[in-house]
């Protein structure tokens, strides 16, 4: 059986970056299986409805962010474009993810669930905590010495975050959020525009 991970980004023809590092390598299911899972995923695919596009652009972002349809829902109620790209990307699992300290947003959202990160200096188990500006993200001291950490340091020396978060410390594996999320930086693999018309509808 295929991985479920796997399936999910050919079904919606874009990396996800669910698999950690293997998404970035030659080994990625996007570079050696484009097309949809199944027997007739290769064959063409008349164009979709309008509804079926903006299902399928939700369906990305739900799966990226870890989100359920309810946080979805609650998330694009009454909120601008950068607002909620903003709450997105400053979810401590994307940070935790971004920084490098993770190698994917669901081993982060594990990290944190299982108390191994810590928000200046205070343990946090919840993925989706806001992290402002200011704020220092770090592998808790006591987790530092295992086995899952090993490597981490060789990583972040080679890992480059995005403008707005810094490594400060690889020893201690340790970032911090310099300043505010901009859309205007990133690239994102879905449409949020359709994802607000799916809402409005």
């Known amino acids: 059986m295929k991985p479920i991970k796997e399936k999910r980004e050919r079904s919606l023809g874009t990396k996800l970056f669910l698999k950690a590092d293997r998404c970035n390598s030659p080994k990625c299911v996007m570079v050696r299986r484009p097309y949809r899972p199944g027997p007739h995923g290769q064959k063409r695919k008349r164009a979709g409805s309008d509804y079926s596009k903006q299902l399928q652009e939700k369906q990305r972002i739900r799966f990226m962010y870890g989100l359920t349809n309810r946080q979805m829902v609650t998330l694009f109620k009454g909120k601008e474009k950068e607002k909620i790209m903003s709450t997105l990307e400053h979810r401590l699992d994307r940070v935790v993810f971004l920084i490098g300290i993770a190698m994917s947003p669901r081993i982060a959202r594990q990290l944190i669930s299982h108390g191994h990160i810590t928000v200046n200096g205070r343990k946090v188990t919840i993925p989706s905590f806001h992290v402002k500006v200011g704020d220092v993200v770090s592998v808790?001291?006591?987790?530092?010495?295992?086995?899952?950490?090993?490597?981490?340091?060789?990583?972040?020396?080679?890992h480059t975050p995005p403008s707005w978060l810094k490594i400060t410390s690889v020893e201690d594996a340790k970032g911090q959020c310099v300043k505010e999320f901009s859309s205007r930086e990133t690239q994102f693999p879905f449409d949020i525009n359709l994802v607000g018309e799916f809402f409005a509808r």
């Not at 808790?140 to 080679?158: A, I, T, V």
């Open 140 to 158: 808790r001291s006591e987790s530092r010495k295992l086995k899952l950490f090993e490597d981490l340091g060789q990583h972040l020396k080679k």
